[in-house]
């Protein structure tokens, strides 16, 4: 049975309606692309990346600014993720210890201690609308040991986190300010389904313990440490494993990911929302998505190609300019290449995801559930039937 | 006396109103600029690069793709070099004779042999409004003898350029066609200011009997081999030297300049058109043009700085961001760095060009010639008193 379902996340920016996915804006700004793109294909919220932000322009910087949203002129919501991963991949020098993670900054060696108290202060001076708790996500592959060493200051990361976040909530009701992030908790355990659900559970736990206390709890939970090398089978038994152990009610995030196919197989798990690099990192390589397959634009297969990228598709690069030139532009490495190229695969994915939404909502009309079922499972199979007619679509 | 003046320059693609500025887009685009943002910005007229088109993606490929307004989308006029002079500053190999200039690729080491009649073809098979007769631009400093063996040789393919163009027209009429492109001859003559006029005056005599002859004679003329590393003073003195000898009917071009004060010199000198990849360079570089002096936005003073970069600016990154957004993005090495700052430095020129024909309509409806002069002379004062601010605009 499919679990995927249509939901609706409330922050203080606003809705974001799910499954969503949230293009990745690194450093204030998604890569070749402006927020007046980003609205005009109906993006509902982007990530920002903390450790990049705090390193440079830094986080006070941007506090002084009047906040992240206002720097780089976003207005609906933006979610940002803790720092912790950036700091296992890019960081120099990093020690691990229960307070939190001393580390050097990869642009000029500045050395910071991130604590889950202090990811959570730069994601308040950034005006984040979901905000992140901090956590330790282990390479791949690890051992149980190391992995429920992980996990396990990853949960009291988590306390720590929802004592410092709910301070904060009540500090900011105090000044009459409509701003209230939303905290997310997030899954790890590596490649070890007990783990995951393990972790699952005791996050759970800590969260009902804090809001009978009065506090606000977590509004969501990712999985975390997906994508880190591991096989596509145990992503997705990961996943699979973690999902069904957070409530219905809650939002579902599966961090760092995916492909196109990701994120249809696990929105069929009950993931609700993703992030990526990959539509603009692989559009500056070249990299379109179709609905008919993926194209290498440098190919010389499209030097005299009039057709655009891909002839179901509305978006602004497709309605006015066709292969050969988007070749041409990508062979001459020009920047209108990564533009327009961004611009498409961005477009793709949230064509992608609002064409399942629609799809989720005849489901939900639906009381029957072999009828329920057979919306996304046709969907579904449209989809991989699509898909993986590149031949055709390439000649 | 000023000699600035306000003219309208005919072409197939509709008219363009002088003196006016033509942002360089080089391989079939504007670097980090989409058309339509140039169209927002009122450009009416942008030039292309035939040396570049030639080599990438081809002039044949541009052609079986309906030419370079339909390749690269834009429907206004395009004015297209000759691609002599990238020759001399980009190929490799280059060997000189009557016949034309051989040369090896800088790309893929590929031999061609430009001759005017080849490029005056590239030309038309690009679809260009204003084609450029090719010419030998001889480098600075250079012996009188040098300067006028190029000039000779630059008259003698001017002539040939006539023949050839002539005959296409013909051609093309004969098709009921309505595309009538123009033809501009250029001035060399280095910086000995008795060959500038020569030139001008043997070019001319190449006109009239071309047009006698019932031929289409020139359409205009520029003047080549300018900002070639001469001082200011030179580079003034020999625009000063060539253009009175270009009759008044004829648009006046100035092939490759400039800053912002050269355009406000040399449209003083009379004449009407320039081009130049300053806008575009610079603002990849950092260097943002404003009425009150020019911005090096890397700079600390911008850190924190909320202001937009120009107060007086109406371009949308202007509305829409500050300095300090501006600087991190540059910092940290963002495509969106080059294209709103070169959407910014385009604007500016736009803006300026744009201000000085309403100057110079004021200037035009005055019978009195020393009220004429007044008008350019007092925005001319007023021009340089703003630009020399930038310590202001700084602090």
């Known amino acids: 049975m499919t679990l995927a379902r249509r939901k609706t996340v409330m922050t203080s920016r606003g809705p974001i309606e799910t499954p969503v996915f949230m293009p990745v804006g690194t450093a204030a700004t998604v890569k070749a692309v402006t927020v007046d793109e980003l609205e005009a294909m109906q993006t509902q919220i982007i990530l920002g990346n903390t450790y990049h932000l705090m390193l ?60 889950p108290e202090f990811a959570n202060e730069i994601q308040w001076a950034l005006g984040s609308d979901i905000i992140m708790v901090l956590d330790e996500c282990p390479p791949y592959p690890v051992t149980e040991t190391e992995a429920r060493r992980a996990m396990e200051l990853t949960i009291r990361w988590a306390q720590r986190t929802l004592i410092i976040h709910q301070k904060r909530l009540e500090e900011e009701a105090l000044k009459n300010s409509s701003y209230k992030p939303l905290l997310f908790g997030i899954i790890q355990g590596s490649h070890f389904t007990h783990l995951r659900k393990e972790c699952a559970e ?11 206390k009065g506090g ?11 994508a880190v090398g591991e096989p596509k089978e145990v992503l997705y038994e990961m996943a699979a494993a973690a999902a069904p152990f957070i409530p219905e009610k809650f939002p579902r995030y599966a961090m760092g990911l995916g492909q196109p ?29 179709t609905s008919l397959g993926d194209i290498q634009i440098k190919q010389a297969q499209y030097k005299e190609d009039s057709r655009p990228i ?26 209108l290449s990564s533009r327009f190229n961004s611009i498409h695969n961005l477009h793709y994915y949230a064509t992608l995801t609002r064409n399942i939404r629609d799809v989720l909502e005849k489901k939900e009309g639906k009381e029957d559930s072999d009828q329920k079922e057979n919306y996304y499972d046709e969907f579904r199979k449209s989809f991989y039937r699509n898909r993986t007619r590149s031949s055709d679509n390439n000649h």
């Not at 606000?216 to 997906?226: E, N, R």
């Open 56 to 115: 440079r322009p830094g986080h006070e910087t941007i506090r002084k600014l009047g906040g992240l949203h206002q720097f780089m002129g976003w207005n609906k919501p933006i979610l940002t993720d803790s720092g912790g991963f950036q700091v296992f991949s890019l960081a120099k020098l990093r020690k691990m210890s229960e307070e939190g993670v001393d580390f050097q900054s990869h642009i000029d060696g500045t050395r910071y201690l991130l604590t």
């Open 202 to 212: 005791r996050l759970l736990e800590l969260h009902e313990k804090h809001v009978q």
């Open 216 to 226: 606000c709890g977590f509004s969501g939970f990712a999985i975390g440490g997906l």
């Open 261 to 289: 196919e990701d994120l249809v197989e696990l929105i069929g798990y009950g993931i609700d929302m993703f992030d990526c690099v990959i539509p603009t990192r692989n559009a500056r390589n070249g990299e379109l998505f």
């Open 310 to 335: 891909d002839e179901n598709c509305s978006c602004p690069v497709c309605k006015k300019y066709c292969r050969a030139y988007l070749r041409h532009l990508y062979l001459a490495k020009e920047i």
